[in-house]
């Protein structure tokens, strides 16, 4: 476990939702000794239920709340908008108008609240512009908490990955373990990013107590998810995860249609977070390789 003791200041309880999720356990995993951390899944608190929220809330007076519960099926949420939006957008407001006056909030939001595009990294002054359903109710989500708690942490992110559970870097392992060749999308750009540094920085915000607004968080550089794929062959491949070496070939958006459209630039600018939690980061492939460093063969 991270050490964090230096950087807060003060024994913390802090209530953490969606702790079931690839970023949730990793927050769950790497909690500071002088946190004491009510982490919960699904299963065990639904945000979208406002009287288990006030229960919560008036049971443990938490003074910080990180969310990382969400709807994060991006293409099924264009056929189920009501259930992007219960949860990405009236559930955040709930928790914000429900919460103590004295409890932060830390609620995680996308580089899917943009439109893509922006030639450059976008800032968090930025406007939001989604272009699908999924981007639109973490927009939403993110002014409801703004505007019934003005002092709320945002911090956005993108292109999450875990070496567990379902998400790009489980779906390229597996693929490249199964299939003979693989088309993947050259022309989305965007920066691959471990849950371990984005809890790393998750942490850093709730010792920083008096941060408020919205921040940007990935690891740094930028790829395409074609690199990225490529990057994952050569490294598991080095590590002998993978048995065989398949051809990975680059393809369009046009030539790869997907339910909900996607931006084609996600990088997200986060010098300001950098300098305000002191904190750089690694490399995405740095980063890559420490998750795959603690993966069995596929
Ligand atoms: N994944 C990415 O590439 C990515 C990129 C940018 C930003 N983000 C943001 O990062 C955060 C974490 O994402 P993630 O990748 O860890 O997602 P995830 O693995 O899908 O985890 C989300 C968790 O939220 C839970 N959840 C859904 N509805 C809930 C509800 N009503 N009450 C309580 N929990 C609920 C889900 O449980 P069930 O599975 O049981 O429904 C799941 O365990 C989200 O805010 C997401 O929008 C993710």
Redesign the pocket.
């Known amino acids: 476990m991270k050490q964090f003791d230096e950087l807060a200041e003060k024994p913390q309880r802090v209530i953490l939702?969606?702790?079931?999720?690839?970023?949730?356990?990793q927050v769950s995993a790497s909690r500071p000794e002088n946190v004491e951390l009510h982490a919960?899944?699904?299963?065990e608190?639904?945000?979208?239920?406002q009287q288990q929220l006030q229960n919560l809330f008036e049971e443990l007076q938490p003074s910080c709340i990180i969310?990382?519960?969400?709807?994060?099926?991006v293409d099924a949420a264009e056929q189920h908008p009501e259930m992007a939006f219960?949860?990405?957008a009236d559930?955040p407001g709930l928790i914000a108008a429900t919460c103590p006056d004295t409890c932060r909030i830390i609620?995680?939001?996308?580089?899917?609240v943009f439109d893509g595009l922006k030639q450059q990294a976008y800032s968090p002054e930025d406007e939001g512009r989604p272009v699908n359903v999924?981007g639109l109710s973490?927009l939403q989500g993110e002014e409801n908490i703004l505007l019934r708690r003005p002092d709320s942490l945002i911090l956005?992110?993108?292109?999450?990955?875990?070496g567990e559970?379902?998400?790009?870097l489980t779906t390229m392992l597996r693929l490249m373990s199964e299939k003979e060749s693989l088309h993947v999308v050259d022309d989305q750009r965007g920066t691959p990013?471990s849950?371990n540094s984005?809890a790393h920085v998750i942490w850093r915000f709730v010792a920083k107590h008096d941060l408020q607004g919205i921040y940007h968080w990935t690891d740094q550089g930028e790829a395409s998810w074609f690199e990225f794929a490529c990057e994952i062959q050569r490294q598991a491949l080095a590590l002998d995860l993978l048995e065989k070496k398949i051809p990975v070939h680059p393809v369009s958006t046009d030539e790869y249609p997907t339910p909900a459209k996607r931006p084609a630039n996600s990088v997200l600018d986060k010098e300001e977070t950098c300098k305000i939690i002191q904190y750089k980061g690694n490399a995405w492939q740095d980063e890559l390789k420490e998750t795959l460093q603690h993966l069995l063969p596929y």
């Open positions: 939702f969606g702790a079931g999720g690839q970023l949730g356990q919960y899944g699904h299963a608190a639904d945000i979208c239920d969310n990382t519960a969400a709807y994060t099926q219960a949860v990405n559930a609620h995680i939001s996308t580089d899917f999924y973490k956005r992110t993108a292109w999450l990955y875990s559970g379902k998400n790009f990013t849950v984005l």
